[in-house]
């Protein structure tokens, strides 16, 4: 009989833990840490600096949910995922929540069942090309060969995008987005795309980033967002809402600076309701009453993060363009704290 | 329970027999084992479908018949992004099956090759040929897999270097192109129903040449008499096919690669990707063929080499006729598994980005569906059928090739 159990649990550890799908927020508390897929290595988006620490835009949206559910930014067991390893991750519980440059898509979304829990980037695919091929549209890119990181939605768009050009051309597909840009930059294929975000961010890194260019077309809508696993809504609504707590800061003007000062009490109730002086809001997440103070202090509101990461004054130097806030002409809209 | 069981005496049949008799005892042990197997077995189905349930997931074969929406560089059939993943995965296993044959015939000559040259009295050429096994062997394919794949991307010149007044690289004698983005080479351009023919003659000539040296080893079994079989052979390949071309009125010409746009057009286009992947396979499981060779080699007697020897036979035809005959008996069985591993190594495809299986079954479509328990239950289904397909076709040739026993 006691070989049974043994063989039992067995079993079931081998099957990880795809039963795990409620009380991830549980979880996490148990656990003392949050394990975050994020990419293999984006420069800007998620990378580990020179001592190993990770950081960048998407690393910044794991820290933000440490800092709310654990009260430790630092509490982030990071794991690297690959475009293809990345949904099996989330589906069998090895992750609690992805923050990888993933598109949100209807399939993914119903299909795949993962809930999305917002938008952190509006991206789009773009294609480089180096500045001597004299290419300036990519409709003149008939016959070309075109490195993608496979796995991705990139490879779908591209292939809608020469189809209804009625244009043809060689899909060299890898698996990596560094080992793409080796291939590219050794001429082994004529254009590179993928996200224009990631494109602007691995040319900031290229040697003589003056060569490569970007074209002007932008092939698909690519809203990049933090997911996890579908049926969990209370874990849901806790990354969610910490997404948006980031947003509505930058809207409110609640910055890492002004935030110890703001969190006293002001005369703006969304500030106070936000930041715990007023109301029950964290109660009902299943926190407690400063979670969303404690997620903006991490790394600081959206515009923080974004500037101190991928913005205009770093080497990705990225403009906030789409994803500025929607008082100032871009998409970023979070719903209200009330 | 009793302690004097005597299992002769009584005639009865007691439960401890089923330990204590040896009669018995392997039976239990056997059903014992089953038992805990399929024990396993039904822990394991029974969990994988209560974590379905749980995670309100189904399996489903319906995403094979909706397009695929990706488009493949290497498609020996007709494919396009609108075909069905079906399709796209049947693309992906003919192209395991290109790669795996090209490596398994080219495997095996070099491996023929450096087996029997490493037992050379050459002192050099033995070196070079252990020095040959023992870095391939010792290196895991996947590295050679890269290392080849990256020495040509940055080796070779790319198209956009043979265009100009005064390019920076030429073709070779204006009909292969060598570039980091594969090599291209003159396809075959046919002229209707006269090609056909020509074709055919071709075929037959081969054909020809095989019953011509059949027929000459039956005559040399049979009477001792010697037909020459070098020249002969090589008249049958080439004269045939050589009148037919002139007699049906050239109907095959040659189509030379051109650079045309971003790349060149025309012609055959062998990419990085399967190069690299063929040429690694090829060198690195040659390295084990060979020492299977040379065993099987040296498994024979020495005796039959000094008895081929008195007879006045030469070092060429003792091989031939006496060594490499017996010695087949003992080099085939592993050659089988060295096949299989070719085949199998093959998914290693995924790292240099060539459209095997395992990289439009297993990779595109499995991430693009989310299917992945489908996909790959269909991965290890066409891998085992294609491993018992090998093995079966194998398991006859060594048949037919081993000691006759009367």
């Known amino acids: 009989m006691k070989k049974s159990v ?44 020179a001592d190993g620490v990770w950081q960048g835009f998407d690393v910044a949206v794991c820290r933000a949910v440490a800092a709310a559910v654990l009260n430790d930014p630092t509490a982030v067991e990071f794991v690297p995922t690959t475009g293809k390893t990345r949904f099996t991750a989330l589906a069998a519980g090895e992750i609690d929540m992805l923050a990888r440059n993933t598109t949100w898509t209807f399939s993914r979304d119903v299909d795949l069942k993962f809930e999305f829990t917002g938008v952190n980037y509006y991206d789009g695919q773009g294609f480089m090309v180096p500045a001597d091929l004299g290419v300036a549209s990519a409709a003149d890119l008939d016959g070309a060969t075109v490195c993608i990181q496979t796995g991705t939605t990139t490879e779908l ?28 930059l050794a001429g082994s294929c004529d254009v590179y795309t993928t996200d224009r975000s990631a494109l602007a961010a691995q040319r900031a890194n290229f040697p003589t980033p003056d060569d490569y260019v970007v074209l002007p077309e932008v092939v698909s809508k690519e809203p990049l967002g933090p997911l996890v696993r579908h049926g969990d809504h209370e874990w849901g609504d806790v990354v969610r809402w910490t997404l948006n707590a980031l947003i509505t800061a ?25 930041l715990g ?4 809001l964290g109660e009902m997440l299943g926190l407690d009453a400063e979670w969303a103070k404690r997620a903006i202090m991490a790394g600081g509101n959206y515009g923080e993060v974004f500037d101190g990461n991928i913005g205009e004054a770093t080497n990705i130097g990225l403009a906030r363009g789409l994803n500025a806030q929607w008082t100032d002409g871009g998409l970023l809209y979070s719903p209200p704290f009330r | 329970m009793s302690t004097t069981t005597d299992p002769g005496t009584e005639g009865g049949f007691r439960l401890s027999q089923l330990i204590y008799d040896t009669r018995y005892r392997s039976t239990t042990f056997q059903v014992i084992a089953v038992a805990v197997l399929a024990y396993c077995l039904y822990q394991l189905y029974g969990n994988a479908r209560q974590n379905f349930a749980d995670a309100d997931l189904n399996i489903s074969w319906l995403f094979l018949w909706e397009p695929a929406g990706y488009d493949i560089n290497q498609r020996p059939i007709e494919y396009n992004s609108q075909s069905t993943h079906l399709r796209a995965s049947i693309v992906g296993a003919i192209n395991t099956i290109i790669v795996a044959v090209l490596a398994c015939i080219s495997a095996t000559v070099i491996g023929v090759f450096a087996g029997v040259a490493r037992l050379s009295n050459n002192w050099i050429v033995s070196k070079m ?6 870095a391939f062997r010792n290196v895991p394919v996947l590295i050679w897999i890269l290392i080849i794949f990256l020495a040509m991307s940055n080796a070779f010149p790319q198209p956009r270097a043979f265009r100009g007044e005064t390019p920076d690289a030429e073709m070779l004698w204006g009909m292969f192109a060598f570039t980091n983005r ?42 001792g008499r010697l037909l020459p079989t070098g020249w002969p ?59 299977n060779v040379r065993a099987g080699i040296q498994a024979i007697s020495k005796g039959q080499t000094e008895a081929a020897a008195s007879l ?75 491993s018992l397909l090998i093995s079966f076709f194998m398991n006859i040739y060594n048949n037919a090739m081993k000691l006759k026993e009367r």
């Open chain 1, 6 to 49: 043994i063989l039992g649990a067995l079993t079931v550890a081998g099957m990880a833990a795809g039963t795990a799908g409620a009380a991830t927020l549980d979880d996490v508390k148990a656990r003392g840490v949050l394990n975050c897929g994020v990419t293999t290595g984006v420069p800007g988006f998620a990378e580990p600096d």
């Open chain 1, 157 to 184: 768009n591209l292939a809608d995008f020469f189809r209804a050009n009625g244009i043809s051309y060689e899909p060299v597909p890898i698996e990596t987005g560094s080992e793409a840009v080796q291939l590219f």
């Open chain 1, 250 to 274: 930058e809207e409110l003007g609640v910055t890492s600076a002004n935030i110890e000062e703001l969190s006293g009490g002001t005369n703006n109730p969304e500030i106070n309701r936000l």
């Open chain 1, 277 to 280: 002086s007023e109301g029950t």
């Open chain 2, 129 to 134: 040929m252990s020095a040959y096994v023992e």
């Open chain 2, 182 to 223: 594969g090599v291209y080479v003159p396809s075959f351009v046919n002229d209707g129903a006269m090609a056909t023919i020509f074709w055919l003659v071709i075929l037959a000539s081969i054909v020809g040449v095989f019953a011509y040296r059949r027929y000459a080893k039956k005559l040399l079994y049979d009477t």
């Open chain 2, 233 to 291: 052979s090589l008249a049958i390949l080439i004269v045939p096919g050589l009148l037919a071309y002139f007699i049906l009125g050239q109907p095959v010409g040659l189509e030379n690669p051109e650079l045309k746009g971003f790349n060149f057009q025309g012609g055959v286009h062998l990419r990085l990707s399967l190069i690299a992947l063929w040429f690694a396979l090829a060198i690195y499981t040659g390295a084990f063929i060979a020492e």
């Open chain 2, 312 to 386: 006045g036979l030469r070092p060429g035809r003792i091989m031939n006729l006496v060594v490499l005959p017996q010695a087949l008996r003992v080099i085939i069985p592993p050659l089988i598994s060295q096949y299989l591993n070719i085949t199998k190594n093959s998914s290693l495809a995924i790292a240099v980005g060539y459209m095997d299986i395992t990289g439009t079954l297993g990779g595109i479509t499995l991430n693009q569906t989310g299917r992945a328990i489908e996909c790959v239950l269909l991965l290890m289904l066409f891998y085992l059928c294609v």
